[in-house]
C-alpha cells in the first residue's frame, strides 16, 4: 500500500508498505475521505511523542469496508464505516474500569498514528471492528463524517470534562475546530454564557454560530483580565481548554469561581510543566479542578455523535473551510493545518462522497 508518513522529526513523504494484516476480530478499510489534524502537526514537527519512522499519519477519517475477520459480526465488505480516532482494546482492564482510551497503557487507545499505521494509506487496519467501527448514515456526506472521528467527540469530551450544567458560565480557550465543537458540546448542554477565545474572524463567526454569546481576543491582553472584567470580578463557572500552552492553564485558574472545573482537551505538545498559580487556586484549596483527558472512542460514541448530526442538531458544514479530491491532496491539506492561514478551519480530502 502507498502512505503518506513521518519519516522522522520535522520530516515527511509518501512511502510504499505492505499492506496490514487483518485479525480475526478485525477489518481492513479504504479511505473515503480524510481530514489532517493539529495533532499531527504537533507529533511530527514538535516531536511531542516522540521519535517515529516510516510512520503512516493520520487518525481522523471514514472508510469503506475491505475485508473483516473471521470473529466480526456486525460489519461485512462494503460497508461504508466513520473510523474514531480512537479505538480501544476493549477487552482490556482499563476499558473495564471505564478509561478505555488508556486501553493497555497510558493514551494506549490513540493507535493512529501514534504507534499504528494510520488513515492517511491506501489502505489501513482497525483493531476490534465490532467494538471501534459505526455505520455512515446514508444523511451524512463523508466530508462531515470524518469531523465524527476526532472534532467532534474530543470537543464534547471538553464540555463532559468541564462537567457543564444547565445556566454554566462557561469559557471556552482556542477556537479551531476542536475548540468549536466545545463551544457546541457547551451550548447542548446547557450553558448560559459562552466565552470564546480567538482571533482568526472565520473561527469566530462560526464560534457565534455554534453558540458563543461573547468573543474574546487573547491579543487583546491577558484572558483572566478580560473574563474578570465581563463578569463584574466574578469569573466563570467552567473553562474548556482546547487551545493554547501550557501557560494557558494559569489564565484559566484566574478566572476560575471556587469550586469550577476545568477540561483540558489541548494536545500540549511541547514545555516540560503546566504552572498552577498558587493564590487563585486557593492556596491549594480553592476546589478548583483540572481534568485533562482523551476523547472516548468506540462505535457507541460514534453513533451516538451520528445520531445528533442525522437529527439536524449539529451542523459540521462550518467546520470545513478547504476541499480536496485527491489522495495525493493529504500532503497539501496537512500543510494547511501547519501553517493555519487566516481563512482555515479544517481541511478535508473527499474521495468518494
Given at each position: 500500500m502507498k502512505g503518506f508518513a513521518m519519516l522522522g522529526i520535522g520530516k515527511t513523504g509518501w512511502i510504499e508498505k505492505s499492506d496490514p494484516v487483518c485479525g480475526p476480530m478485525d477489518a481492513l478499510c479504504r479511505p473515503l475521505a480524510l481530514a489532517p489534524c493539529t495533532s499531527d502537526v504537533h507529533t511530527v514537527w514538535e516531536g511531542a511523542i516522540g521519535d517515529r519512522k516510516d510512520m503512516i499519519l493520520g487518525h481522523e477519517g471514514c472508510g469503506v469496508v475491505v475485508k473483516v475477520g473471521e470473529l466480526v459480526k456486525d460489519f461485512k465488505p462494503g460497508d461504508r464505516v466513520i473510523v474514531p480516532a480512537i479505538t480501544p482494546d476493549w477487552n482490556s482492564l482499563e476499558a473495564q474500569a471505564g478509561f478505555q482510551m488508556h486501553s493497555n497503557g497510558m493514551l494506549g487507545g490513540w493507535?493512529?498514528?501514534?504507534?499504528?499505521?494510520?488513515?492517511?494509506?491506501?489502505?489501513?487496519?482497525?483493531?476490534?471492528?465490532?467494538?471501534?467501527?459505526?455505520?455512515l448514515p446514508d444523511s451524512i456526506p463523508t466530508g462531515e463524517a470524518c469531523m465524527l472521528s476526532d472534532m467532534v467527540p474530543t470537543g464534547f469530551h471538553g464540555a463532559e470534562l468541564a462537567d457543564v450544567q444547565f445556566g454554566d458560565i462557561v469559557l471556552v480557550i482556542g477556537i479551531g475546530p476542536v475548540g468549536l465543537m466545545s463551544v457546541a458540546g457547551a451550548n447542548l448542554k446547557g450553558a448560559s454564557r459562552i466565552f470564546a477565545v480567538g482571533t482568526r474572524e472565520v473561527c469566530r463567526e462560526a464560534a457565534a454560530f455554534y453558540g458563543a454569546t461573547e468573543l474574546i481576543g487573547y491579543k487583546e491582553g491577558p484572558i483572566d483580565a478580560q473574563v474578570m472584567k465581563m463578569t463584574d470580578g466574578k469569573g466563570v463557572?467552567?473553562?474548556?481548554?482546547?487551545?493554547?500552552?501550557?501557560?494557558?492553564?494559569?489564565?484559566?485558574?484566574?478566572?476560575?469561581?471556587?469550586?469550577?472545573k476545568i477540561g483540558n482537551v489541548n494536545y500540549l505538545g511541547s514545555g516540560e510543566h503546566i504552572c498552577i498559580p498558587r493564590v487563585e487556586w486557593g492556596v491549594g484549596m480553592g476546589h478548583k479542578n483540572i481534568n485533562g483527558g482523551l476523547m472516548p472512542g468506540g462505535r457507541l460514541r460514534m453513533e451516538k455523535l451520528a445520531s445528533l448530526v442525522s437529527c439536524g442538531k449539529l451542523n459540521l458544514s462550518r467546520l470545513i473551510t478547504h476541499r480536496f479530491s485527491k489522495f495525493e491532496d493529504i500532503e497539501e491539506a496537512l500543510m494547511l493545518m501547519k501553517d493555519k492561514p487566516k481563512d482555515l478551519i479544517k481541511p478535508v480530502v473527499v474521495l468518494e462522497n
Open positions: 493507535k493512529f498514528s501514534n504507534f499504528k499505521d494510520g488513515l492517511f494509506g491506501t489502505l489501513f487496519h482497525v483493531n476490534d471492528a465490532d467494538g471501534n467501527l459505526a455505520l463557572d467552567k473553562i474548556i481548554i482546547a487551545g493554547g500552552t501550557v501557560d494557558t492553564f494559569s489564565e484559566a485558574v484566574k478566572c476560575l469561581k471556587p469550586g469550577g
